[in-house]
């Protein structure tokens, strides 16, 4: 594909940005069984129902453009999934290894967030109005997202895998 206009960037873009969020619909039923804390289970279940608006809002842009929503592999998403199964896979204290899946996940939401700045700040350039709002509304649900995360770690899931830490050490 020749990449000759900022158009053309961003039909790339939300091409990448579609294969990561299927990437991440099947990544997101793992995390939820690997997860022991129930508000962070909970939090996966939630964001998957969102993470398949966010695909079907894709779509829905990739139709009224006239392209295909497929056609490229998001290979960075593809790593930080990759990262996050290897934290599944491991053995150890139950909120050690849920404060590590957190990490994995808020990786997973920083990428997005990132993508979708890109987009909607390429869309707003090339004056395409009328689905900046889909993309916006994805964007503050990662966001929204990314926040929850943190605050189930700083509040529940980190201060039991410190206390771990305490125990391990007397
Ligand atoms: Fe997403
Ligand atoms: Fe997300």
């Known amino acids: 594909m020749e990449t000759q206009t900022l158009r053309d960037l961003m039909v790339e873009h939300l091409q ?20 022991h804390n129930t508000e962070l289970k909970d939090g996966f279940r939630m964001h998957l129902a969102q993470t398949q608006e966010q695909a079907q809002r894709l779509e829905q842009i990739a139709k009224a453009l006239g392209f295909s929503p497929n056609g490229k592999k ?40 990132s993508a979708y700045g890109t987009a909607i700040a390429m869309a707003k350039q090339l004056g395409e109005k009328d689905y900046l709002s889909l993309l916006k509304q994805s964007l503050t649900e990662e966001e929204m997202t990314d926040k929850k995360l943190s605050q189930v770690a700083e509040s529940t899931i980190n201060v039991k895998a410190a206390s771990h830490q305490a125990s391990c050490e007397t």
């Open 16 to 35: 990448d940005l579609y294969s990561a969020e299927t990437q991440i619909i099947k990544a997101l039923p793992k995390m939820e069984k690997a997860a």
């Open 74 to 113: 998001c290979k960075g998403m593809e790593g930080l999934l990759a990262e996050g199964e290897e934290i599944m896979k491991e053995d150890g204290n139950l909120d050690v290894l849920d404060a590590g899946l957190i990490a994995a996940a808020q990786k997973v939401e920083h990428y997005e967030i």
